[in-house]
């Protein structure tokens, strides 16, 4: 069973980066085969998926945000992460980092994490 | 960009049959999960390939998609079953969630 934990800053300032990282444990990245992905959920509002990348360093983004977006993954600290540039109090969401299985038109979303609340606000 | 319409909330009875909306473009042609978010809790697939169950999903859980509209539905609704609802489909390379679904059990 992979369980996956972000951990995040909790509060950041306007126009700085977000960063937060997600760690998988109960298993080896490496003998995974999933997309490592971030998904939000702002207040009120449905979930919204933000990128995935593989492994092999596949990546996907959601074309409204892939500007101000980087993803990477490390394997060796069973890790992944996510940056978000330039923020404003819109990017105040939960963050949850997943496991996507499959990808290009067919997959879901198969292990969650808890989530991450991240405000943003000066 | 793709859009996949819920109705924000539904309410239903105890031991009454929730019927939960995901309506898109075409929605029939593409693959719909679904997914359970309990208060406080991360989200949880309990539909994949439009009608298929993981292990441990009960029964009274089923789906279909057909023509512009998927649809959940949840038989001998329990208050347990009080959620949040999203279905979730792929525009090509991109994923699309709905607006997500407020189910009360009253």
């Known amino acids: 069973q992979v369980r996956l934990q972000e951990s995040g800053p909790g509060l950041v300032k306007p126009s700085q980066t977000l960063s937060v990282t997600c760690t998988v444990s109960?298993?080896?990245?490496?003998?995974?085969?999933?997309?490592w992905s971030w998904v939000r959920q702002r207040p009120g509002e449905g979930l919204q998926w933000i990128a995935s990348m593989s492994n092999r360093g596949g990546t996907y983004y959601n074309p409204a945000l892939k500007s101000r977006v980087s993803i990477s993954v490390d394997t060796s600290e069973n890790q992944f992460s996510l940056r978000l540039d330039s923020v404003t109090a819109a990017d105040t969401a939960v963050f949850f980092c997943?496991?996507?299985?499959?990808?290009?038109?067919?997959?879901?979303?198969?292990?969650w994490g808890q989530g991450s609340l991240i405000t943003v606000s000066s | 960009s793709y859009d996949l319409t819920q109705p924000p909330s539904v309410s239903v009875s105890p031991g009454q049959t929730a019927t939960i909306t995901c309506s898109g473009d075409?929605?029939?042609?593409?693959?719909v999960y679904w997914y359970q978010r309990r208060p406080g809790q991360s989200p949880t697939l309990i539909i994949y390939?439009?009608?298929q169950r993981p292990s441990g999903v009960p029964e009274r859980f089923s789906a279909s998609n057909s023509g512009n509209t998927a649809t959940l539905t949840i038989s001998e609704t329990q208050a347990l079953d009080e959620a949040d609802y999203h279905c979730?489909?792929?525009?090509?390379?991109?994923?699309?969630f709905g607006g997500g679904t407020k189910l009360t059990v009253l």
């Open positions: 075409n929605l029939g042609d593409k693959i």
């Open positions: 390939r439009d009608s």
């Open positions: 109960g298993d080896s990245m490496r003998d995974l085969s999933y997309y």
């Open positions: 997943a496991a996507l299985t499959g990808v290009r038109g067919v997959g879901q979303f198969d292990f």
């Open positions: 979730q489909a792929w525009d090509s390379d991109i994923v699309v």
